[in-house]
């Protein structure tokens, strides 16, 4: 079964400040997708980026960029510039072949002004 | 495009009732829907799949006769919960499944008093 292991509880960053989040996972499929969820005060989860497995290339999304280590297993998501709306529960997501997500415990980041 | 909409957001029930919450995707279809529990300070667990026209996916330890789950056409999937207790106090979140991509809706939160 496919596990996703976020260890940083929490973490707290400076404004303007950079981050990383940790995150690794266990699976036996070449095949796969890894998202890294925000999910603010409001509780609505919100995409702040996705890996494909197969493509080497990190994704970027403007201050978001992860750091995809395939052979580790391991998934962290780097925040650039943080600004105080950064501040959430970050979520580390796989999804299985059937579509489903396995997420992590969380990580409850911190942006102090 | 791809929004998903929950209702109620917040709802609040005897001991021993049942509850509905729906979960609708505005304006796509979605063939696949995931019903995903939250309680506080913790992570999304997979509950169960839903599937339009068949019947839902438990996850282990998921009691199917108490969370019925309906997914009736390609825009609606309900959970009820039957005869809740207390311990069944929670926050759940549904998503729904575009070209494997999911978009989550705003959550329901259930107090059983």
């Known amino acids: 079964a496919q596990t996703v292991t976020q260890s940083q509880p929490e973490m707290s960053v400076q404004e303007a400040e950079t981050v990383t989040l940790s995150c690794t996972y266990d699976t036996s499929e070449s095949d796969y997708y890894l998202f890294w969820y925000k999910q603010p005060p409001s509780r609505q989860m919100i995409l702040v980026i996705r890996?494909?497995?197969?493509?080497?290339q990190n994704a970027t999304e403007n201050r978001f960029s992860v750091n995809f280590q395939k052979a580790a297993k391991s998934f962290s998501l780097k925040i650039s510039d943080s600004q105080l709306g950064d501040a959430a529960m970050y979520f580390c997501a796989y999804r299985t072949t059937y579509n489903d997500m396995r997420f992590g415990a969380g990580t409850r980041l911190t942006v102090k002004p | 495009g791809a929004v998903v909409s929950q209702h109620p957001s917040r709802v609040i029930c005897k001991s021993g009732t049942s509850v509905k919450i729906e979960c609708r995707s505005l304006d796509f279809q979605a063939t696949t829907m995931f019903w995903y529990r939250q309680f506080p300070k913790q992570s999304l667990m997979l509950m169960a799949t839903?599937?339009?026209?068949?019947?839902?996916?438990?996850e282990q330890g998921v009691e199917k006769d108490k969370f019925l789950i309906n997914h009736a056409s390609l825009t609606l999937s309900t959970l009820t919960v039957t005869s809740a207790h207390p311990e069944d106090s929670s926050f759940y979140i549904c998503?729904?499944?575009?070209?494997?991509?999911?978009?989550f809706g705003p959550g329901t939160r259930l107090t059983v008093t």
């Open positions: 998503s729904a499944s575009r070209t494997g991509e999911q978009y």
């Open positions: 839903s599937n339009e026209g068949s019947k839902a996916t438990y």
């Open positions: 890996q494909e497995a197969y493509k080497q």
